[in-house]
């Protein structure tokens, strides 16, 4: 074992803890994955060096079926773990963690996830600030239509009348989503890693345009997304564990 894990081994249980939800959601998927992109996922799992000798359905068999890994996730030791990282990391967890539990939310198909998960929302009170923002920015994508319409919508009535009051992105979503699909190629073509540049730069600006919005008096936004841009903010108070 090295001497630096000896020393400082809340930094190695955080990083697993990262790696164990960046393969689950890499390979379970998020929302309607084309089944040519999940085997892609299980091809590029197999062949990654940063998973290696794990074997992909073992993996999920272990984290969906049995409970020990998501138990890990709410032990003491990994919240110290997290007060010790930095703050940009902390962040990513979070967001590790959301997508996670959306990832079980749409496998399960009725929206219910594990017992287990209580306990993880209790040692990270974080996530439900983050989910809050989240919630903010998923009602700035949709025009608010009338309760009455979503009413018909639902019990669909006709599929004209369907598409008339079917709910319709904002202005702000279009733009978006028209920058997204110009970089991004569709699940069944290819993918695009994180590092690709123009990757980078497309969520460099996204997201410097949401965290101007968040933060305007003027925005509209609630107190919700200003406290969850503190999750992301540089600081100099990340706790000295060594």
């Known amino acids: 074992v090295a001497d630096a894990l000896i020393e400082r081994p809340q930094e190695a249980l955080f990083a697993e803890a990262c790696r164990l939800l960046t393969a689950v959601c890499g390979l379970e998927g998020e929302g309607e994955v084309p089944t040519v992109a999940r085997s892609r996922a299980m091809a590029m799992f197999t062949g990654s060096s940063a998973f290696s000798g794990c074997r992909a359905q073992v993996l999920l068999n272990d984290w969906f079926d049995r409970k020990h890994l998501l138990e890990s996730l709410s032990s003491p030791a990994l919240r110290i773990a997290y007060d010790c990282a930095p703050k940009r990391h902390r962040a990513q967890f979070l967001c590790l963690l959301n997508r996670a539990i959306s990832a079980e939310s749409l496998r399960n198909g009725s929206g219910c996830v594990r017992e287990g998960w ?17 919630a903010c920015l998923r009602e700035r994508c949709w025009e608010a239509i009338p309760h009455r319409a979503l009413e018909d919508y639902a019990v669909g009535r006709s599929s004209r009348s369907r598409s008339r009051n079917r709910p319709k992105r904002t202005k702000w979503a279009r733009k978006w989503r028209a920058a997204m699909i110009a970089i991004l190629p569709s699940g069944e073509d290819a993918a695009v890693p994180a590092t690709d540049p123009e990757v980078r730069k497309l969520s460099h600006v996204l997201w410097k345009d949401i965290a101007a919005w968040a933060s305007s008096d003027e925005s509209g936004a609630s107190p919700a997304t200003a406290r969850a841009l503190g999750l992301f903010k540089a600081d100099h108070q990340t706790l000295s564990c060594s």
Request: no cysteine; glycine share 0%; proline share 6%.
């Open 118 to 134: 209580t306990a993880v929302a209790q040692a990270f009170p974080e996530l439900a600030i983050w989910r809050d923002m989240r």
